[in-house]
């Protein structure tokens, strides 16, 4: 969990882009971040791995409530 607070203070627009949407995809990342597609699937895989998000279908993903929390316990 505290590995993913630093994460996040370290990508501010990607903390407000979760902390908004409950459910992204992977585009929504790469035009909110302007990075390519390999750096925006390596984000959704620490976030999967961390499990902070959830897939749903091929291409959505949503946010865990443990995500949510920690989104709004951190003042961005």
């Given at each position: 969990m505290e590995d993913?607070?630093?994460?996040?203070?370290?990508?501010r627009n990607?903390?407000?882009l979760l902390?908004?949407?409950?459910r992204f995809r992977r585009q929504d990342i790469e035009e909110v971040?302007?990075?390519?597609?390999?750096?925006?699937n390596g984000i959704i895989n620490r976030l999967y791995n961390a499990r902070m998000i959830r897939k749903d279908g091929s291409t959505d993903n949503i946010?865990?409530?443990?995500?949510?929390?920690l989104l709004?316990?951190?003042?961005?």
């Open positions: 993913i607070r630093r994460f996040l203070l370290e990508k990607l903390a407000k902390r908004t949407n409950g971040l302007n990075i390519d597609r390999e750096s925006a946010v865990e409530p443990t995500l949510h929390s709004r316990e951190v003042r961005w």
